[in-house]
Every structure is written in C-alpha cells, then in structure tokens.
Antibody
Framework: QVQVVQSGAEVRKPGSSVKVSCKAS????????FSWVRQAPGQGFEWMGG????????SHSRKFQGRVTVTADESTSTVYMELSSLTPEDTAVYYC?????????????????WGKGTTVSVSS | DIQMTQSPSTLSASVGDRVTITCRAS??????LAWYQQTPGKAPKLLIH???TLETEVPSRFSGTGSGTEFTLTINSLQPDDFATYYC?????????FGPGTKVDVK
C-alpha cells in the first residue's frame, strides 16, 4: 500500500523560503519518479520539478529555475522541495506525487500516488 | 513548453450519460499522456496513463484513446461519483504540463 505523507501548512513572508517534505512508503523508493506540482487557488496544475532518487539529479521547470530545489534522502524515503524568494503569487497547495518506476518503464513521470497537499501562504 | 488544451471546459451531464473529453497537445507527446480526476478539496486521482492504460481499481467505464497530439477520455454510463474535474497531463517532454481541466457537472 503506497502512502505519500507531506508536511504541514506553512505561512511565509515575501522574500523568504519554504521547504516541504514528502515521505513515501510502499515500493522501492529509490527507483520511483517523484514530482512536485502546485495548484494556486481556483487554478490548474503546474509541474515544478521532479527527481528519481537513484539517479540523484533533479529536473526543474524553467519557470522556477534558480528558485526551486528538489532533493531526496534515500535513508528516510523522503523527498523535499524548497522554494525561495517567495511572493504572494506562490500562495498555493503544493503536492508531492509518486510516479512510475524506472525498473519497469522508460517514461515514468505520470503520478499515481499523491500526498494530501501542503498549503503555503505568502503574505506580508 | 508543450501547451495542453482541453474541450469542453465544462460539460453538463446526467447519471447514465456517455461523456467524452478531448485533450490536445501543441506538439506530439507520443502516448505519454495521463488523465486525472479531482474533486473539490482533494488531491487528484490517476485514472489512466500511457494514453489508454487503466489504473488498478479504476472502474472499466473509464477509457482513454489517442496518440501524438489528440487524446480522449470517455466515461460510459456516468455515475454520481464521476462529477468532478478532469485533467490531462503530458509526461513526454520537460516541463511536464497539464491541461486546464474539464469540469463535469450535473445537468
């Protein structure tokens, strides 16, 4: 049974940073693709970045280049997303989602297990 | 970036109806397309990946077709739990992008 458990809601001031965690259980953590996706209030989804822990090197959307850092800790089966230089436009629900396994697929960045989301509010 | 569009943006239907949603990509994504269902206040749920592969425990009334730039999601015999918003997502080329969603509501 796959579980993706995210850290709790955060409130930040403009210009600050936030780091959200995502602990996954079930399956071989290191070989799965993990994505961070956000949804602003009443809006659709933006893929921010992702990582396959066994490969180490993350991929990030150019839109967030330089502001987002995705990392993974294989020892604790946890993935992290840090977003810096926050503005009120970054107010959103941030989701961590697990995708396919590199052991069985060549294209694996669909998302079959989602966390419940972490609300990040940015306001002065 | 690959632009994903969906039509219609809203669809009004009744229980028992057959519903079809179209997703188009601005360039080919092969078969690397997923469909998700989201209800208010909840995380999305994966229905289909690789354009037509139904996820485990997703009812067989859901089906997906297409490749390249045009895809469809069909719901046969709409059920009460199916009133939701549906999104497509391409995962062929970075950054992976989503369609704007199609809301299926009660006629």
């Amino acid at each position: 049974q796959v579980q993706v458990v995210q850290s709790g809601a955060e409130v930040r001031k403009p210009g600050s940073s936030v780091k959200v965690s995502c602990k996954a259980s079930g399956g071989t953590f290191s070989y799965y693709a993990f994505s961070w996706v956000r949804q602003a209030p009443g809006q659709g989804f933006e893929w921010m970045g992702g990582i396959v822990p066994i490969y180490g090197k993350p991929s990030h959307s150019r839109k967030f280049q330089g502001r987002v850092t995705v990392t993974a800790d294989e020892s604790t089966s946890t993935v992290y997303m840090e977003l810096s230089s926050l503005t009120p436009e970054d107010t959103a629900v941030y989701y961590c989602a697990r995708g396919g396994s590199t052991l069985s697929e060549n294209y694996y960045y669909y998302m079959d297990a989602w966390g419940k989301g972490t609300t990040v509010s940015v306001s002065s | 970036d690959i632009q994903m569009t969906q039509s219609p943006s809203t669809l009004s239907a009744s229980v028992g109806d057959r519903v079809t949603i179209t997703c188009r990509a601005s360039q080919t994504v092969g078969s690397w397309l997923a469909w998700y269902q989201q209800t208010p206040g909840k995380a999305p749920k994966l229905l289909i990946h690789k354009a037509s592969t139904l996820e485990t425990e997703v009812p067989s009334r859901f089906s997906g077709t297409g490749s390249g730039t045009e895809f469809t999601l069909t719901i046969n015999s709409l059920q009460p739990d199916d009133f939701a918003t549906y999104y497509c997502q391409q995962y062929n080329i970075y950054p992976f992008t989503f369609g704007p969603g199609t809301k299926v509501d009660v006629k």
